[in-house]
């Protein structure tokens, strides 16, 4: 371990510091989230396929205390049943408390273990924007909101000065997770403790502050920001919101209003008192939490939204061949690529957007090739007219991208397993063409 790093501990932790480096002995806390969307935490409990124990962080967090390894392979996780995540690291939405109906901002979001607590939190009458500044990382975050079934999202890929002054005044609540030089990551990436120095931490801090600047126009009247990070430092903790409060007397630090972790350090303008700080000896690897609220009034800058696009007789048939209800969808076209959701499509300028609601197909040469995505989303789960429930057997040949020989209704079908859909595929009547995406397949 570095000596500076823990030098700059001792100095944090005094009498707390043993029990620090105690912990350094220990494997990481690990843990993971049930999927609103989907499924309720006592109902995913009940499956028993890990040891789970309730997470101090949040109502729907997991703390795993047996030594299960590949979960992320596990069908459950597959369905998008649950999202695994240090039990910490959901503390930072537990302090947002997104509620039906939000509008939010995850400004920093991938690979989306708060952006999909966020959707689940808001539901279906709510609205996530989740951006990621790096393209890998935005791709890893679509594939996350994807598999837990979210629709009612946007997901860009852009800087945070490109993206905010397109958004004043329109959230109800903003996450800003910053970048950090990840000192509560140090058991679990190898390259945080390799990357870290004195000098970083203060670049770090230079970069939340600048991210913050962006973000904080983008809130209402009484909209609140969270500020996380998953490092220990002051110099990207307390006091970049020291900082951040000197040139935002609009913004009141308010309190976290929880009882896991401790509170932080006192400095200039933050009350220790009202911010939360997670170590490892707090049953977590380690989190920062502030929290704020906007005093003024932001009036909201002009937002155009898409018409919902007119449907094409080949996809009316497709939609109403697959669906039982359409009615409080908006759909919308770009380059035969047709998606839904409940929400107005947003239209953004010179956003780069990955993938905005449902990517529910393609058009290709006079008919609708659909996407995975259709099939696993929470909010088309239970309206499905064409389905098939697979058994164990079938199911290991269907991740392994094989074909079903099954009687079933002809054409594309909703494919689940216990309940839950899996995928897709088209059936011939007698044998069922696997469209689990080759990405995903087993070997
Ligand atoms: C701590 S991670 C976010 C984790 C995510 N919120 C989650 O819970 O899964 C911080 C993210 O900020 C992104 N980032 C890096 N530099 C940035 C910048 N200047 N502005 C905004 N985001 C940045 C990183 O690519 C990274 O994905």
Same mark, same amino acid.
């Given at each position: 371990? %570095?000596?500076? &790093?823990?030098?700059?501990?001792?100095? $944090? @932790?005094?009498?707390?510091? !043993? /029990?620090? +480096?105690?912990?350094?002995? %220990?494997?990481? &806390?690990?843990?993971?989230?049930?999927? $609103? @969307?989907?499924?309720?935490? !006592? /109902?995913? +409990?009940?499956?028993?396929?890990?040891?789970?124990?309730?997470?101090?962080?949040?109502?729907?967090?997991?703390?795993?205390?047996?030594?299960?390894?590949?979960?992320?392979?596990?069908?459950?996780?597959?369905?998008?049943?649950?999202?695994?995540?240090?039990?910490?690291?959901?503390?930072?939405?537990?302090?947002?408390?997104?509620?039906?109906?939000?509008?939010?901002?995850?400004?920093?979001?991938?690979?989306?273990?708060?952006?999909?607590?966020?959707?689940?939190?808001?539901?279906?009458?709510?609205?996530?924007?989740?951006?990621?500044?790096?393209?890998?990382?935005?791709?890893?975050?679509?594939?996350?909101?994807?598999?837990?079934?979210?629709?009612?999202?946007?997901?860009?890929?852009?800087?945070?000065?490109?993206?905010?002054?397109?958004?004043?005044?329109?959230?109800?609540?903003?996450?800003?997770?910053?970048?950090?030089?990840?000192?509560?990551?140090?058991?679990?990436?190898?390259?945080?403790?390799?990357?870290?120095?004195?000098?970083?931490?203060?670049?770090?801090?230079?970069?939340?502050?600048?991210?913050?600047?962006?973000?904080?126009?983008?809130?209402?009247?009484?909209?609140?920001?969270?500020?996380?990070?998953?490092?220990?430092?002051?110099?990207?903790?307390?006091?970049?919101?020291?900082?951040?409060?000197?040139?935002?007397?609009?913004?009141?630090?308010?309190?976290?209003?929880?009882?896991?972790?401790?509170?932080?350090?006192?400095?200039?303008?933050?009350?220790?008192?009202?911010?939360?700080?997670?170590?490892?000896?707090?049953?977590?690897?380690?989190?920062?939490?502030?929290?704020?609220?906007?005093?003024?009034?932001?009036?909201?800058?002009?937002?155009?939204?898409?018409?919902?696009?007119?449907?094409?007789?080949?996809?009316?048939?497709?939609?109403?061949?697959?669906?039982?209800?359409?009615?409080?969808?908006?759909?919308?076209?770009?380059?035969?690529?047709?998606?839904?959701?409940?929400?107005?499509?947003?239209?953004?300028?010179?956003?780069?957007?990955?993938?905005?609601?449902?990517?529910?197909?393609?058009?290709?040469?006079?008919?609708?090739?659909?996407?995975?995505?259709?099939?696993?989303?929470?909010?088309?789960?239970?309206?499905?007219?064409?389905?098939?429930?697979?058994?164990?057997?079938?199911?290991?040949?269907?991740?392994?991208?094989?074909?079903?020989?099954?009687?079933?209704?002809?054409?594309?079908?909703?494919?689940?397993?216990?309940?839950?859909?899996?995928?897709?595929?088209?059936?011939?009547?007698?044998?069922?063409?696997?469209?689990?995406?080759?990405?995903?397949?087993?070997?």
């Amino acid at each position: 371990m %570095n000596e500076q &790093f823990l030098a700059r501990m001792r100095e $944090l @932790l005094g009498p707390d510091y !043993d /029990a620090y +480096v105690e912990t350094l002995n %220990n494997p990481p &806390f690990r843990g993971l989230r049930a999927n $609103l @969307l989907k499924i309720q935490p !006592d /109902a995913l +409990v009940k499956r028993q396929f890990a040891s789970l124990s309730p997470s101090p962080f949040a109502q729907e967090g997991f703390v795993l205390t047996g030594s299960e390894t590949g979960l992320g392979n596990h069908i459950y996780h597959r369905q998008g049943l649950f999202y695994m995540q240090e039990p910490s690291a959901s503390s930072a939405v537990t302090i947002l408390d997104p509620q039906p109906g939000d509008w939010v901002l995850d400004l920093c979001a991938a690979p989306g273990g708060k952006s999909t607590q966020i959707a689940a939190r808001i539901g279906q009458s709510g609205f996530l924007i989740a951006n990621e500044i790096d393209g890998g990382r935005a791709r890893v975050l679509m594939s996350n909101l994807e598999r837990l079934g979210v629709s009612e999202a946007v997901i860009t890929h852009a800087s945070p000065e490109r993206l905010c002054p397109q958004l004043g005044g329109w959230m109800d609540k903003v996450l800003v997770d910053a970048p950090c030089s990840g000192e509560g990551m140090f058991k679990k990436e190898d390259r945080a403790l390799a990357d870290w120095s004195v000098e970083h931490v203060r670049a770090c801090g230079q970069r939340q502050q600048k991210i913050l600047e962006s973000a904080v126009f983008t809130l209402k009247e009484q909209g609140i920001l969270v500020y996380s990070t998953c490092t220990y430092a002051p110099e990207e903790n307390e006091q970049v919101i020291d900082q951040f409060l000197r040139k935002h007397p609009e913004m009141e630090l308010i309190d976290c209003s929880v009882d896991f972790g401790r509170p932080g350090l006192s400095t200039g303008l933050v009350d220790g008192a009202k911010v939360r700080r997670i170590f490892p000896m707090d049953q977590g690897e380690g989190h920062f939490v502030a929290k704020l609220r906007k005093t003024v009034a932001q009036p909201a800058v002009r937002q155009r939204f898409f018409k919902s696009a007119p449907l094409s007789s080949i996809v009316r048939e497709f939609l109403s061949d697959q669906l039982t209800d359409l009615s409080d969808l908006h759909f919308h076209l770009e380059q035969d690529r047709l998606s839904l959701m409940r929400h107005e499509f947003i239209q953004l300028e010179n956003i780069p957007v990955l993938r905005q609601g449902v990517m529910a197909g393609e058009i290709v040469k006079n008919r609708v090739e659909p996407h995975h995505h259709f099939y696993m989303s929470a909010l088309l789960q239970d309206r499905f007219k064409n389905t098939a429930a697979l058994d164990e057997n079938q199911l290991a040949q269907y991740l392994q991208g094989l074909p079903l020989t099954a009687a079933a209704p002809r054409g594309f079908l909703c494919l689940s397993y216990e309940g839950y859909p899996v995928g897709f595929g088209k059936s011939d009547g007698a044998v069922i063409k696997n469209k689990y995406p080759k990405g995903l397949r087993t070997r």
